[in-house]
């Protein structure tokens, strides 16, 4: 069974850094590309983004180019999101995805709140 189980949200003053993580388990972690996503109150959840598989190549959204990174460790089974230099918009509910085929697994998200 798929768990993602996502962890390290929290209120940070603006400009300031927050790591996010998320533990998986329940699939062969390292052959999947893992995304994060975010929502923000009265918003479309919206693709934070992706690491592949092999290589290890992202993608990011336009809005956290230069201020995010996101990372893998397969012997852990862990991705990462390092925030920087957040802004008061990038506060949102944070979730880790999986997605297999037509099927998205979705952790529970963590809350992350950027205000001074």
């Known amino acids: 069974q798929v768990q993602l189980v996502e962890s390290g949200g929290g209120l940070v003053q603006p400009g300031g850094p927050l790591r996010l993580s998320c533990a998986a388990s329940?699939?062969?972690?390292?052959?999947?590309?893992m995304s994060w996503y975010r929502q923000a109150p009265g918003k479309e959840r919206e693709l934070v983004a992706s690491i592949r598989s092999a290589g290890g190549s992202t993608n990011y959204a336009d809005s956290v180019k230069g201020r995010f990174t996101i990372s893998r460790d397969n012997g852990k089974n862990t991705v990462y999101l390092q925030m920087n230099s957040l802004k008061p918009e990038d506060t949102a509910v944070y979730y880790c995805n999986l997605r297999v085929g037509a099927m998205d697994y979705w952790g529970q998200g963590t809350q992350v709140t950027v205000s001074s």
């Open positions: 329940g699939f062969t972690f390292s052959v999947y590309t």
